[in-house]
């Protein structure tokens, strides 16, 4: 049973990776993200810590 996760691993790395190539190629910017957010407004102040 040890063997098995790192076989499906090596099988699976090469798939996984042209799926995060091809998903990056067609990414397009957020826009419009939390529009109604108050951290969205000018007169927000920020909290440091």
Known sequence: MRG????WRA???PAL???IRWRNQ????K???ATR????H???LFKAA
Not at 4 to 7: D, Y
Request: hydrophobic content about 20%; overall charge positive; proline content about 8%.
């Open 4 to 7: 098995q996760a790192a076989c």
């Open 42 to 44: 000018p007169d927000y």
């Open 37 to 40: 957010s108050k951290i969205r």
């Open 26 to 29: 067609r990414a397009r910017p």
């Open 11 to 13: 099988s699976q790395d």
């Open 17 to 19: 990776g042209d799926y």
């Open 31 to 33: 826009s419009g993200f």
